[in-house]
């Protein structure tokens, strides 16, 4: 059905890998997501990976919720004060509460999402749970981030790219090494779309962690997932933004970017910012 | 039922009954139970002080043999530290439901016990997910296709209780119409559509039944078409409930012709939980499914 090193995004494989094959056996970054988010979607290879991950670093419980609930923010600011309608959304997850498509839709009934992923376990979760409100539009591609050819001629069959859109890369740039040209991949996605669109990161930072600790996440990782991680400093992560102006308060840890008085608080390890598009 | 009196145990109700509703969601709830008491560092003489109860009598609510009173519950969650009222009333209302005689009650004398265990599963399950290979789910049949399999099953009884499993079938159905429904995940294989249990008349009926169905917010019908070739279910249908606490494990349900297996380790729900991960992602989408069973009407 694919090959094995669709299975090992580390190793260079840059463009046209094929969908990610059907294997609880090593753990999933989404499935360990959803495990440290209080989720039932997660295999027992998942859960070890994230034990071993919390043993070094039990804050990564925080995180999780933290990315999460940056989520629900980015999406509220995109719908309601940007006015956006239009969202890719490349790393779905496996669905939980506040998905994006919900929270959009909430406040924009009319908004269009299309969700990529390449897990058949999270298309497989995406397509049967997250459905549309009758005015708007949910989508589904199942592709790789790096295989932007396929993302974009498949969104603009159902987004209007001459009218703006969201881009939504969060808590998935990691799993890019450098190899793969992570910087290059975003111009490209955000070459396509229009001026007034926007682009909503959130990144590991490796500045954000203790050089031990980083180095205790990354083993544990390689040891046990299918994807490899590869954390970023601000200015790394900031690079992604060029050639838009970032919205305030501009590039900053995910749980300080317009705080909602009920979000979680605490210290998380991500970077994150939304930029326009001039 | 308050009137025990302290100090004294009184006959559990149920106790003498294993096949009641609700076996296996106080199983669930006295784990649940043991998990916060442990966490809680409490001991179960401890426990059993603070109920007016014995240690044994803990060790049996925990294992499930006894029914859950809602003040020994409410009681001990104090104890554990749980001040969530959310999590309180859920709790007790779980309770409740393990030991509440049902809508289903009156049906006792068609009603095998497993299946009675199963009826008060589904009900308070946040999410039902199943793989049928052979006949719609019942949640979705029509009142002429339940009639047609029950007679498949009940070939000598009278007619009148033929009518009376109908009945049953159709009033369980009110699930779906509940103000909070459970999410209804249903994956068919392509034979539940083309078996024209009852005779084509029927048949259509039932799969206009299911594209309604389909259309429900909360309800997501896929089919596995025959085309894709094999697939992962081969060992034949299955259920698996998810419950909302976090606590509380998925439940499969695996039903046999004369009884029904349940599993709730989780390294065998594990296993069926990725067959049907991988039935889900090999079936249909849900508008492509939606679009072949109008198809498959138009050709029975």
Known sequence: MTSDEAAAPGSGTAGKTGPLPFDTSKAHQARMYDYLLGGKDNYAADRVATEAVLNVYPEMAFAARANRAFLGRVIGYLAREAGVRQFLDIGTGIPTAGNTHQVAQAIAPESRVVYVDYDPIVLAHARALLTSSEAGATEYIDADLRDTDTILSQARQLLDFTKPVAVVLLAILHAIPDSDDPHAIVATLMDAVPSGSYLAISHGGSDLLAADTQQGILDAIRQTSQQQYSYRTHAQVARFFAGTDLVEPGLVPVEEWRPDPGNPSGHSPGWGAVGRKR | ?300
């Open chain 2, 1 to 300: 039922m308050n009137t025990e009196v302290p100090g004294g145990e009184q006959p559990d109700p149920g106790m003498d009954d294993p096949s009641a509703g609700g076996v296996i969601l106080r199983m669930l709830l006295g784990a649940q139970l043991r998990r916060l008491r442990e966490a809680a560092d409490v001991t179960p003489e401890q426990a059993g002080y603070e109920i007016r109860a014995s240690r044994s009598k803990i060790s049996r609510m925990e294992t499930g043999q006894v029914g859950l009173k809602a003040r020994d519950i409410t009681d001990l969650l104090a104890l554990y530290g749980v001040t969530d009222e959310q999590v309180q009333s859920r709790f007790l209302q779980l309770a409740h439901q393990s030991s509440r005689p049902d809508w289903w009650a009156k049906y006792g004398d068609i009603l095998p016990g497993w299946f009675e265990n199963y009826l008060g599963l589904e009900s308070v399950s946040s999410t039902i997910r199943t793989f049928e290979i052979q006949f719609v789910h019942g949640l979705f049949q029509t009142e002429d296709y339940a009639r047609a399999v029950t007679r498949l099953g009940h070939q000598t009884a009278p007619a009148a209780e033929i009518e009376r499993r109908v009945g049953l079938r159709v009033k369980r159905q009110d699930l779906l119409a509940r103000a909070d429904p459970p999410r209804m995940w249903s994956v068919m294989d392509e034979a539940v559509l083309r078996r024209p249990v009852g005779g084509p008349a029927v048949m259509r009926a039932q799969l206009r039944r299911l594209i309604e169905a389909a259309g429900l917010p909360q309800v997501t019908v896929q089919v596995v078409p025959f085309a894709r070739g094999g697939h992962a279910g081969a060992s034949g249908s299955f259920t698996v409930l998810r419950f909302e606490e976090q606590d509380l494990p998925d439940v499969v349900y695996i039903e046999q012709l004369t009884d029904a297996v349940y599993l709730e380790q989780r390294s065998d729900v594990e296993h069926y939980l990725e067959v049907m991960d991988q039935l889900s992602g090999e079936a249909l989408t849900p508008a492509a499914t939606t679009l072949f069973i109008e198809q498959v009407a138009k050709e029975t």
